[in-house]
């Protein structure tokens, strides 16, 4: 069972990426999901999460106005919109779920974790 981010990359200050979450082993309709990040030295931080239904969302006061999660059930995919990025986005992007179908006050409780996806936002 694992969720693999993807889609990262080197962009300008100001840029935007389209960072993609695709399970395997697990129906991700059935869980709340979330994107998480960890830049050099800085512990991980969640940056959203999603409920099973989509209709709560939790976004982290950094990333509010400028990062859009989306779901494709149908797909088993989660997505990450991000805009406007700016150099403090920089760090390596993780997607997780949760073990029910809300989303979990601490990081740690999330599973299920794969690769994450280098983003890095530069001049």
């Not at 994107?35 to 991980?44: I, L």
Request: glycine share 8%.
């Amino acid at each position: 069972v694992q969720l693999q981010a993807s889609g990262g990359g080197s962009v300008q200050p100001g840029g935007s990426l389209r960072l993609s979450c695709a399970a395997s082993g697990v129906t991700l309709r059935s869980y709340a999901v979330g994107w998480f990040r960890q830049a050099p030295e800085k512990e991980r931080e969640a940056v959203v999460c999603i409920s099973l239904t989509g209709t709560t969302i939790y976004y982290a006061d950094s990333v509010k106005g400028r990062f859009t999660v989306s779901r494709d059930n149908a797909k088993n995919t989660m997505y990450l919109q991000m805009n406007s990025l700016k150099p403090e986005d920089t760090a390596v992007y993780y997607c997780a779920r949760s073990p029910f179908h809300v989303c979990q006050a601490s990081t740690k409780s999330y599973i299920n974790w794969g690769q994450g996806t280098q983003v890095t936002v530069s001049s």
